[in-house]
């Protein structure tokens, strides 16, 4: 018998004891300590049987709220240098954050944008990250797919306590490697990201590239709830979907138009932040994806696509050259999601406006 036989009857016995009627005194124990009501869907149900839960289902508030000063997230931070030492300072905060003319959502931020600014620097850099919070709530700041020492991961109660209202932390490392990584709180995730702190995080190659895009924009995807006048943490749990659905914080038609020259060579550095898998669908021209969750796609390998998904957590850039004049859209193809709260259009679609 060969191996994998021998694994297929293992699983297969497994499958079979598991599916076995209740017979030891352990399966006839309540259940209520093991989340298994977690799938029901019920959210009051959750919250009865397992009030940690209630967090998520509350509206995000938070003392002195203040309208943002602020109208454009993930725009480049300034640092000052310290004996070499790249320095950026982040606040967090909570802000009334416009998502299109008349809607404002309340958004926990990083220095009062939704998404934070961008840190940018070059591969090989030693940077600070100096965080205040100022949010009623701990945090934490995540370096997502950036190579930091496990101390900086930014993990409360595994590589660090949580970061108190109040409090500072010093995040420090050196930047590698090259590509389209970000930065997010890694407390209580579910509501504290998708209430806006999440921001982008490029890092430069050292070597500059050869040929470099004409235009380089980097696109965050989210999405949030808001009933009443009241913002809720979106997430997929019944109750709690989302209603409007940004780009860098943003919902049609009050996202960014990007103007572009007939040729130049376009990269789009497409993050989902958010909840959810979008399909990002390009109109007139098909793009290559040139990197994968930040490193480079060699070209032997590089697909031609006009769409791709875009899971929670994974990046894709993607490069095309403006060939065709005219107004493209760049939209997710779950076409609810270019909605604001249910009208559409809106939500996840901006214009490439290509011009002579
Ligand atoms: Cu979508």
Redesign the pocket.
Known sequence: MNKVLIFSVVNLALILSACAPAATPDNTMPMNNDNSNMTDGTPGSMVAENPEAAHMMEPITAPNIQPATETTGGQPLAYREENGIKVFELTTKAVQWPILDDVTITAFTYNGTVPGPMIRVTEGDWVRIVVKNELPDPTTIHWHGVEVPNAMDGVPGVTQAPILPGETFTYEFIAKPAGTFMYHSHFEGDVQVSAGLYAPFIIDPKEPETSPPVVDKTLMISESRMVDGETFAAMPMSGMEPNY?TINGKSFPATQTITVKKGDLVRLRLIAIGQ????MHLHGMPFKIVATDGHPVPVSAQLTKDTVSVAPGERYDIEFVATETGQWMLH?H?LH?TTNDNVEPGG?MLVINVVE
């Open positions: 659905f959810f898998i979008h399909p997710c779950i999601h996840l």
